[in-house]
């Protein structure tokens, strides 16, 4: 079941998205959480430094896997997904190595390999609580149109559409943005206790669109998201203006 909070600017979502974080993690401060990278978390994670060094929760024993990384670049290529997580939330917080999982995206057989990211998930006691952006063409992790509902952990060719979005973050080139990454699978995303999905501003229109007003669809990664018991979204008004009526309740 999707619930669905609207509020007025993508700073007042932000804000919710991290009170969200805290209070599982206040509830069960060994939680694990499936964390999110891109433009959408950055305010969510200062949000949560912000209120961890205010000491309103204790985060030492929170174990964190992101959703994933770009396929070659280490962890110290200032593009890496696993760089973006130093900088905006393990260092900050001053997370320890052993807490935090990137998916595996260096070496060769990495094909075979991904899937082992789910044991590892798996072995934590799985996800608890999981963060999600969405891509613009409805994708969730890399999973693009297409990638079927019951895929695990894998090695995901990104669409033109993504490239084209990710590359503000490679200075506009193009050409430099991988064409490559490790994604948590449809089925890995599924498997978390809670899933809060964050939609801010109009480029994700459409795809909030779609995901709540028609049928589950591959065409439509984050519609499988429709058949999960626990979903809450969390949109700006800019990217629920085409939802409207379907508002669950409004933020303010
Ligand atoms: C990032 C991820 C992607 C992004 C999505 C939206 O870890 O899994 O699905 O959440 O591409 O990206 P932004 O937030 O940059 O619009």
Redesign the pocket.
């Known amino acids: 079941m999707i619930e669905l909070e609207i509020f007025q600017t993508a700073s007042d979502a932000a804000h919710r998205v991290a009170e969200l974080a805290l209070e599982q993690v206040a509830a069960r401060p060994a939680s694990v959480l499936g ?7 950055i305010a969510i994670y200062q949000d949560i430094v912000r209120q961890v060094r205010a000491g309103r929760v204790v985060w030492d024993q929170v174990t964190t896997f ?3 990384e770009y396929v070659g670049l280490c962890a110290s290529d200032p593009h890496s ?1 696993t760089y973006y997580m130093q900088q905006h939330l393990f260092g900050p917080l001053g997370m320890r190595k052993q807490k935090w999982f990137m998916p595996p995206h260096c070496g060769p057989d990495l094909a075979q390999i991904a899937p082992r990211y789910d044991q590892t998930i798996a072995d934590h006691g799985g996800i608890d609580w999981q963060l ?5 063409n409805g ?4 999973n693009e149109p297409g990638t079927p509902f019951d895929s695990l952990t894998h090695v995901a060719t990104l669409s033109e559409s ?1 490239r084209q ?2 590359a503000a973050w490679f200075d506009g080139h193009l050409d430099d943005v991988p064409q490559q990454a490790v ?1 948590m699978g449809l089925a890995t995303i599924m498997a978390a206790g809670t899933i809060v999905l ?1 939609a ?2 109009e ?2 229109a459409w795809a909030l669109e779609k995901l709540l007003k028609e049928p589950p669809t591959p065409a439509v990664p984050a519609s499988v998201l429709t058949q999960h018991p626990h979903v809450l979204v969390i949109a700006d008004q800019a990217a629920a203006s085409r939802i409207n009526a379907l508002a669950g309740r409004a933020g303010t």
């Open positions: 964390l999110a990278t891109g433009s959408t978390p992101n959703l994933d997904f999600l952006g969405i891509g613009r994708h969730i992790g890399f993504t979005a990710n994604t964050a801010f501003g480029s994700k």
